[in-house]
């Protein structure tokens, strides 16, 4: 790219000073090939610059480049220094005497640092000697190189593939790595008895948490089940989620099915004779405090029975799907104020049956098929069947009661429109203001006939 400024002298050359004033070869400092030229270019550029004038833009793109590759430079030698200082604590048993349970705590408190990183400077202190840890704080050997090629020779790499890494990029280390590591009966059991799937609540109860750790075998099962399952939930030519978005809505539909597939078993002769009406207890159940749900038209006050909150788009989802059960508690005290209808079984059947298929314009899915109310409950809709049409999962969960869309009543019953979110999208409509407030109201809008002064 810069090949025309490597046309002037070698003698020439501008090299870079060390902190006592001393210009030192650049194999002392930059230790790959392409840093050693990358520093050549910048010499050269350097040097046009301060005797010709030269002020050319790749010139300067030069100068940057080769500048960042030595910023990089003093920080590799300062993490040689690092991994001395650190070495020299091992030895010295300190970690015990300051009252850590291990270095890399030690290591990640004094520094101010992640644990990765404190755990990368505990390992290398522990593996090379006092020669290698000086070639990285004089610059021969950088400290990214040093930790590659450390853990490659204990991967069990011969001398002639460290070599060869050299050439590489560190990316392309880490593949050479990984095809160098060994993974024993014992490491694949101990791998398989470790994995876990934790769900925990965010500290403001906003949304879930999911960690874990899966087997290679068992991650990549999931991965490809979760992106082939994505592929049937969003509708040709509707604008695709990313693929970290698809796969969370296809765990979601994985779960759902699952809950919706199995009966819940029934133990006592009451539950035995819900479940033969058809009734079962809620998968997921919805608790608004009243009246402060009431007042903020569900965005306040609303959760899931445990603490997540949610707000008025989950409420009107779990009231399109299902009945609603309204219930106050004050205390002890529990007033049940009976269940409010949803749409009956038979009629809901008769719809879909009417539909045959999802009736958004374009759209042929037939997962997951469900009836929605055209114009809200919650805005004064009903449960005819004008009212009422067929939905696929993604366009009834994510497009409407997620994303905040509506159907167009003026559209064709089998070719709807969708319309964008409202600013409102829980027909939530704030209150009147208090007769004092509007009095204040209009008494700063009357006319007066006094003069201004």
């Known amino acids: 790219m810069y090949d025309y400024l490597l046309d002037y002298p070698d003698r020439e050359t501008v090299q870079p ?21 990358r520093q050549r270019v910048y010499d050269r550029a350097q040097h046009m610059v301060d ?3 030269y002020a050319h833009a790749d010139v300067e793109d030069a100068k940057a480049e080769a500048g960042l590759v030595r910023e990089q430079a003093k920080a590799s030698r300062a993490k040689g220094g690092q ?38 400077l505990v390992y290398l202190a522990d593996r090379l000697g006092d020669h290698q840890i000086e070639e990285i704080r004089s610059g021969a050997v950088s400290y990214e190189r040093a930790l590659a090629e ?12 460290i070599e060869a890494s050299r050439d590489l990029d560190l990316e392309a280390v880490k593949r050479v790595l990984q095809s160098h590591r060994k993974m024993s009966r014992a490491d694949e059991r101990e791998l398989f008895e470790g994995q876990y799937l934790m769900l925990q609540q965010s500290l403001d109860g906003s949304h879930m948490q999911v960690k874990g750790r899966l087997g290679a ?3 990549e099962l999931c991965r490809q089940g979760l992106d082939r399952r994505a592929e049937k939930l969003v509708p040709a030519g509707t604008e695709r989620p990313d693929a970290a978005h698809r796969r969370a809505l296809a765990l979601t539909t994985l779960c759902q099915d699952e809950i919706d597939r199995t009966p819940q078993p029934a133990g006592t002769t009451t539950e035995r004779n819900r479940e033969t009406r058809g009734r079962r207890e809620p998968s997921v159940m919805i608790v608004a405090h009243q009246p402060l749900a009431e007042t903020s038209g569900n965005e306040q006050g609303v959760a899931v029975l445990g603490g997540a909150r949610v707000g008025p788009d989950t409420v009107d989802l779990i009231g399109c799907v299902g009945p609603t059960e309204r219930i106050t508690t004050d205390g002890l005290n529990i007033t049940y104020h009976g269940t409010t209808s949803s749409i009956r079984p038979s ?37 005819t069947p004008e009212n009422l049409a067929t939905l696929c999962w993604f366009h009834h969960h994510v497009a409407v009661h997620r994303r905040g869309m509506r159907l167009d009543p003026q559209s064709p019953p089998r070719r709807r429109r969708l319309l964008p979110p409202r600013a409102r999208t829980c027909g939530y409509q704030p209150p009147d203001p208090d007769r004092h407030t509007l009095a204040i109201l209009r008494a700063l809008h ?7 002064p």
């Not at 001393?22 to 090939?33: K, M, V």
């Not at 009357?446 to 201004?452: D, E, G, L, Q, Y």
């Open 217 to 219: 075998l068992e991650g």
């Open 150 to 161: 450390t853990r490659l020779a204990e991967a069990g790499a011969s001398p002639e593939v």
């Open 83 to 120: 991994i001395a200082w650190v070495r020299h604590m091992l030895r010295r048993g300190a970690v015990a005497r300051m009252g850590y349970r291990n270095p890399t705590e030690m290591v990640a408190s004094r520094l101010d640092a992640r644990r990765s990183v404190a755990r990368e």
């Open 347 to 383: 009629l809901r059947r008769a719809v879909l049956a009417r539909d045959d298929g999802c009736t958004i314009d374009g759209c042929t899915s037939a997962y997951r098929l469900e009836v929605h109310h055209i114009i809200p409950t919650s805005q004064g809709g009903n449960h």
């Open 446 to 452: 009357a006319r007066t006939n006094r003069a201004p």
């Open 51 to 53: 005797s010709r004038g």
């Open 17 to 37: 000073a060390t902190a006592n004033g001393e210009h030192r070869p650049n194999g002392d400092l930059f230790t790959s090939r392409y840093q050693q030229e």
